[in-house]
C-alpha cells in the first residue's frame, strides 16, 4: 500500500502519477477539440483532469484523516466529471473511442487507486 508523509512525498504515489499522466493526455485531447469549444468544453476538461492529481496531493499534505479522505472524494467527483467530459467530447463527434482507449484506462486504474486509497486512511482504521 501506498504510504502517507510529509513535504513533496505525494510525487511518489502511484495514484497521483497516473493522475499525472491522465491530465497530460486529457491536455492533448482538448486541443484537439474544435477552436468553437477551446473556451467551454475544452476548459471545462483540463480543469476537471487538473483537479485529480492536485486533490490527491492536498489529501497527502493533510494531517487528519477525515481532510484526507474529503479530498480524495474531491479527486474522485473530479475524476467521472472528466470521464463526462469526455464522454461528451465522443458523442459530440470530436474525439473518437479509439482516441480515449489510453484516457478511459488510466480513469479506471485512478479510480481503483482513489478508491483503496481512501479506505487505508478512514477514520476509524488504525
Do not use: K
Not at 479530498?71 to 467530459?85: C, K, N, P, Y
Amino acid at each position: 500500500m501506498e504510504r502517507w508523509s510529509v513535504g513533496r512525498a505525494h510525487r511518489r504515489l502511484v495514484v497521483w502519477q497516473r493522475a499525472m499522466e491522465l491530465t497530460i493526455e486529457a491536455r492533448a485531447l482538448a486541443q484537439r477539440l474544435p477552436a468553437s469549444e477551446r473556451f467551454d468544453l475544452a476548459r471545462q476538461l483540463t480543469r476537471a483532469a487538473c483537479s485529480v492529481p492536485a486533490n490527491i496531493a492536498e489529501a497527502n499534505g493533510r494531517h487528519h484523516r477525515g481532510d484526507q479522505v474529503r479530498f480524495l472524494s474531491v479527486a474522485r467527483g473530479s475524476l467521472m466529471e472528466l470521464d463526462t467530459h469526455l464522454e461528451i467530447a465522443e458523442r459530440s463527434g470530436y474525439l473518437s473511442e479509439s482516441d480515449l482507449g489510453r484516457s478511459r484506462a488510466l480513469i479506471d486504474n485512478i479510480s481503483l487507486l482513489i478508491a483503496r486509497l481512501t479506505r487505508s486512511v478512514s477514520p476509524g482504521r488504525t
